[in-house]
């Protein structure tokens, strides 16, 4: 039986998370998804409670995303809570912008990205 190196798994990780964010399926309709950062401003620190508020809010933003097939990946925030960095799947900057209309967040640059990481080379 063979044993599957770390690397092995993290490559094949990366490559799912590659392919996932390609297209997204709704019902009968395929979209094609891109991943873009977004660049957001706090300027009074982003205060999210960790504790079941916190989480509603958090599961309310994810919701209000899907209506328009925005998939929010995950966040990066600064030591001082006035800026964060995050990373989410999308057919359009356009659909990012609408979608924190609706949430109410701010929204800065919108960058189109790519996943590189060290693993992905042999």
Known sequence: MKTISMIAVIAMMTTLSLTRSAAQTTGTKTIAMKRYMVERSFPNGLMVPINE?????????????????????HSYVTPDKKKSYCIYDAPSPEAIR????????????????????PYFYK
Do not use: Y
Request: aromatic share 2%.
């Open 53 to 73: 508020e916190g989480s509603k809010l958090c599961l309310t933003v994810v919701s209000k995303n899907l209506e328009d097939n925005v998939t929010w990946v």
């Open 98 to 117: 609408k979608s924190a209309e609706k949430t109410g967040l701010p929204v800065g640059a919108i960058v189109e990205v790519m996943v590189l990481d």
